[in-house]
């Protein structure tokens, strides 16, 4: 689930749908996607301010009855209590952005500018490994491959804020997790 540093880009990447109760019932779909990337002519940098990796985030809203889409993102080097990936767990942070794994739970809350999720999302069934046993092939060369893994159907709970108004949901969402240290092949 940790952070993998070594390796040049790898996300984390949730989607979803929810439904608020009540009696407008409203239809939601979600996204939250955070982004690590290992930036090469950095790392045999010394200083603190060196952007050895930064962190990148986006996410997003769409109200599907009122065919409203809100989305907003960040980026940050990490460092300075600012943006981080941490290697032992899914604890990732990018200001005031985060999404963190507690055994079988997920986390996440992000207050963006135009709207706010503070979703919680509880494994129902087991991990699924991508490609031939969590190693995903990208192009023609065997080193063109991603590790990669999903957690689907998360059981999903917790509140949408939309223009000032706070709704509380549930549904489900589904968890991909890649990380990788080539590029795609140039054809």
Do not use: C
């Not at 986390?107 to 490994?129: N, R």
Request: charged share 25%; glycine share 8%.
């Amino acid at each position: 689930r940790g952070s993998h540093p070594d390796f040049r880009t790898e996300w984390w990447y949730i989607t979803g749908q929810a439904t608020a109760g009540g009696p407008d019932q409203r239809t939601f779909g979600f996204q939250i996607t955070f982004f690590r990337w290992r930036v090469d002519e950095t790392q045999r940098m010394t200083s603190k301010f060196a952007a050895r990796q930064l962190i990148f985030a986006h996410a997003a809203i769409t109200d599907v009855q009122d065919k409203k889409l809100w989305h907003d993102q960040r980026i940050a080097r990490e460092g300075f209590a600012i943006a981080s990936a941490s290697e032992q767990d899914m604890t990732i942070k990018l200001r005031d952005w985060s999404l963190k794994a507690e055994g079988g739970t997920y986390t996440a809350e992000l207050p963006a500018t135009d709207f706010a999720l503070k979703l919680q999302f509880v494994e129902t069934q087991s991990v699924l490994l991508q490609g031939n046993k969590g190693l995903s092939r990208k192009g023609p060369d065997e080193k063109q491959a991603s590790y990669y893994y999903s957690q689907p159907q998360l059981a999903t709970r917790g509140s949408l804020q939309l223009q000032g108004q706070t709704v509380q949901v549930a549904g489900k969402a589904w968890l991909d997790h890649e990380w990788s240290e080539e590029l795609l092949h140039p054809s």
